[in-house]
């Protein structure tokens, strides 16, 4: 992975070269990461004008790091009580000789771009942009084989739920036990607050659970993900628990199972992102869905749960091969409950047999 850490810094040393900054500062955790090989609490790297560096306050294996350094990287940890890595590399750069400095301004706070300023009152500032978060929106073979262990872990999680009781258990509950299964399984942890919403809760986006007990007759719908190496997945489901589902209930997850089918479709390199999420939304409007459907259709996953591409209505750009989103669409009625159905897939021209989906939980409208 050496190589690999090194060639993404090489690409990003170019991109700061190219707009006049002799160096650069990274500054948000999972771009550290990505070009480094962890993320140690509050560290940042340092793209030199002589040499790179990882700053830290404390050692790179610590228990707040993630993943392991680069060997190739030096990495200086700040003595004594620490101080702010940022400030410090600022520094640094001014010993180097270089009197421009690119940084992270979306990530970088008010407070730390003053004291940088303090220290290197003659650096030139420039703004670094998404230009990490851009690189990271395409994987590598290395990245997807991770998002696919992930997702086999939380499969695996969902189905072991599935055959236990759930009558008269809290979506709290259900949660946190769904949540001791991806680690039991082998998963860093939860990719995010896993969400299980029962009754009339159920297709909720992002909803938190509550002490609310799963009844005969309701939607339970579930959204989980786990994390492995630092990448992360996601897997939405739809049931029903207790006897056959009522017509009203069929209805409602055969339009969303459309929907999302459509979606997944529509995946293909070179396909606008508006499109993708057009294809799902199309379906849902043609029934009269309309008022109260999600913002999106789905996101980029990786290194953080919602990363680029965002599949949007307004959404500008298109698709690439190897780049891995979601699709998930939902309808909530309120009152009444909902349906949301999520995988997460990896773009694939169609001659490599087009998407991949890595969540393979069955999308049939079970009953629990």
């Known amino acids: 992975m050496s190589e690999v850490y090194a ?22 955790p999972a771009n550290v990461r ?33 993943g392991r350094p680069d060997e190739a990287l030096r990495v200086q940890t700040l003595p004594g009580s620490g101080g702010d890595p940022a400030v410090a590399a600022a ?13 992270e301004e979306h990530h970088l706070t008010v407070a730390r771009h003053r004291a940088i300023r303090s220290v290197a009152p003659r650096l030139r500032l420039a703004d670094l942009g998404g230009a990490v978060e851009q690189f ?47 680690v039991d399984h082998g998963a860093d942890g939860p990719a995010f607050p896993t969400s299980v919403a029962t009754g009339p809760n159920a297709g909720r986006r992002c909803h938190r659970p509550t002490d609310r007990r799963v009844e005969e007759g309701d939607f339970l719908s579930v959204c989980l993900g786990a994390t492995y190496r630092g990448y992360r997945c996601e897997i939405g489901r739809t049931f029903v628990i207790g006897t056959s589902p009522a017509d009203w209930q069929i209805e409602l997850y055969d339009l969303v199972f459309a ?13 606008a992102c508006r499109d993708v999420d057009r294809a799902a939304r199309q379906v849902l409007g043609s029934a009269g869905y309309t008022e109260g459907l999600p913002a ?33 669409p939902g309808v909530h009625l309120p009152g009444r409950g ?22 393979i939980t069955t999308k049939e409208l079970l009953a629990l």
Do not use: F, W
């Open 7 to 28: 060639a993404r810094r090489a690409r990003l040393r170019e991109r700061c070269n190219a707009g006049g900054s002799a160096a650069a500062l990274v500054s948000r």
């Open 34 to 66: 990505y070009l480094a090989g962890t993320a140690p609490r509050d560290a940042v790297l340092l793209l030199g004008r002589t040499e790179d560096l990882l700053v830290c306050v404390g050692p790179p294996g610590d228990r707040h790091a993630q």
């Open 91 to 103: 520094g640094l750069v001014v010993t180097q000789g270089a009197d421009s400095l690119a940084v």
């Open 136 to 182: 990271r929106v395409v994987k590598d073979e290395e990245e997807i084989s991770c998002l696919r262990i992930g997702a086999e872990i939380a499969d695996q999680a969902l189905g072991e739920l599935l055959e236990s009781i759930l009558v008269g258990r809290t979506e709290r509950h259900l949660a946190l036990e769904l949540e001791r299964r991806l």
């Open 259 to 271: 929907a999302q089918r459509a979606g997944r479709e529509s995946l293909a390199p070179g396909a």
């Open 296 to 328: 999106l259709t789905g996101h980029g996953v990786g290194l953080e749960i919602d990363e680029d591409p965002q599949l949007s209505p307004a959404a500008m750009g298109k698709l690439d091969a190897c780049v891995p989103v979601t699709v998930e």
């Open 338 to 359: 909902g349906v949301r159905i999520d995988d997460t897939l990896v773009v694939r021209p169609e001659a490599d047999g087009g998407p991949e989906l890595l969540t």
